[in-house]
């Protein structure tokens, strides 16, 4: 609620101090733009509820997002090239999964060899080229449904679907146990090894997803990835809620921080300021809402 909060307040301030902000390309740009923000942060939200992290994030995102542009322009269909790059982002963190879980390597660990090994994949698919030629009908995230740009549907509905299946299932449930203690859920009967496969897994499915959007929102893609794209998704899950420590967290809460996050950047540009306040801003969030989440947890003790 604080953030929902947080969105219509900075709009309206921000709006009445300059009435462009208002305009309906500027909000294009904060809600279609960034969407595929919002959706990599469901999939971060659940790793990290469930007592790990992802630094390779952004990494992914880019190179599932060339493959997808390689394909299209290499002659392959266009629903092949939206699938293969979900189907690739599902298989490289299951594998991620598996060092974490079976291998006892710690996620931080996992993911900052895979950010190694992704960056430099990209560089070599790309040569530091960007991908252009790209036909009309795979734009995905240029299409409208109802009326609505398809990426915001992809961010609500996905958001909708993912908070049902933490708060009415016992998949979720148990997402919650093994990062709240993975001792006592393994003493129900809830795998922790096992749940950790599965939610790399899913989180790179997100990570697909949140690519084909990102290399489907303009007319080229860009052979390197927003910089800090990684800092920018792992802190939407944090300052949604999700506890770094794990066991707590809602993806709901994520994906409105993305929201905020991305306002947070155009109000800057409308009001005159620098752009480098932004992580600034973003650093004070993560920070005050860590602290926050410590002070409450040791009053629960």
């Given at each position: 609620?604080?953030?929902?909060?947080?969105?219509?307040?900075?709009?309206?301030?921000?709006?009445?101090?300059?009435?462009?902000?208002?305009?309906?390309?500027?909000?294009?740009?904060?809600?279609?733009?960034?969407?595929?923000?919002?959706?990599?942060?469901?999939?971060?939200?659940?790793?990290?509820?469930?007592?790990?992290?992802?630094?390779?994030?952004?990494?992914?995102?880019?190179?599932?997002?060339?493959?997808?542009?390689?394909?299209?322009?290499?002659?392959y269909p266009v629903?092949?090239?939206?699938?293969?790059?979900?189907?690739?982002?599902?298989?490289?963190?299951?594998?991620?999964?598996?060092?974490?879980?079976?291998?006892?390597?710690?996620?931080?660990?996992?993911?900052?060899?895979?950010?190694?090994?992704?960056?430099?994949?990209?560089?070599?698919?790309?040569?530091?080229?960007?991908?252009?030629?790209?036909?009309?009908?795979?734009?995905?995230?240029?299409?409208?449904?109802?009326?609505?740009?398809?990426?915001?549907?992809?961010?609500?509905?996905?958001?909708?679907?993912?908070?049902?299946?933490?708060?009415?299932?016992?998949?979720?449930?148990?997402?919650?146990?093994?990062?709240?203690?993975?001792?006592?859920?393994?003493?129900?009967?809830?795998?922790?090894?096992?749940?950790?496969?599965?939610?790399?897994?899913?989180?790179?499915?997100f990570a697909g997803?949140?690519?084909?959007?990102?290399a489907t929102q303009?007319?080229?893609?860009?052979?390197?990835?927003?910089?800090?794209?990684?800092?920018?998704?792992?802190?939407?899950?944090?300052?949604?809620?999700?506890?770094?420590?794990?066991?707590?967290?809602?993806?709901?809460?994520?994906?409105?921080?993305?929201?905020?996050?991305?306002?947070?950047?155009?109000?800057?540009?409308?009001?005159?300021?620098?752009?480098?306040?932004?992580?600034?801003?973003?650093?004070?969030?993560?920070?005050?809402?860590?602290?926050?989440?410590?002070?409450?947890?040791?009053?629960?003790?």
């Amino acid at each position: 609620m604080f953030l929902a909060v947080a969105i219509v307040v900075l709009l309206l301030a921000v709006g009445v101090s300059n009435p462009r902000f208002l305009s309906t390309n500027n909000l294009s740009s904060i809600f279609v733009g960034n969407a595929y923000i919002a959706v990599a942060a469901i999939g971060m939200s659940l790793v990290i509820i469930s007592g790990h992290i992802d630094v390779s994030i952004g990494a992914l995102i880019g190179v599932l997002a060339t493959v997808s542009g390689l394909l299209v322009t290499n002659g392959y269909p266009v629903w092949f090239s939206w699938l293969a790059p979900i189907a690739a982002g599902c298989a490289i963190n299951l594998l991620v999964g598996v060092l974490v879980a079976y291998f006892r390597v710690p996620s931080i660990i996992a993911t900052l060899a895979m950010l190694s090994i992704l960056r430099g994949l990209l560089i070599t698919l790309t040569g530091g080229a960007w991908i252009s030629g790209l036909p009309p009908e795979f734009q995905l995230a240029q299409f409208r449904f109802f009326g609505i740009p398809s990426p915001i549907v992809f961010m609500i509905v996905l958001t909708l679907l993912a908070a049902f299946v933490m708060r009415n299932t016992a998949f979720g449930r148990a997402i919650y146990a093994v990062g709240g203690n993975p001792e006592a859920a393994e003493a129900v009967g809830i795998s922790h090894r096992a749940m950790t496969v599965k939610i790399f897994a899913i989180h790179g499915l997100f990570a697909g997803l949140a690519a084909v959007l990102f290399a489907t929102q303009l007319q080229v893609i860009q052979s390197t990835v927003p910089n800090g794209l990684e800092l920018v998704i792992i802190s939407a899950a944090v300052v949604g809620g999700v506890s770094i420590l794990g066991g707590i967290g809602t993806v709901t809460g994520a994906t409105l921080a993305a929201i905020l996050f991305a306002e947070i950047g155009s109000s800057l540009i409308f009001l005159n300021v620098s752009a480098y306040w932004l992580r600034a801003v973003q650093g004070t969030l993560i920070l005050v809402t860590v602290l926050a989440d410590v002070a409450r947890r040791q009053r629960a003790r």
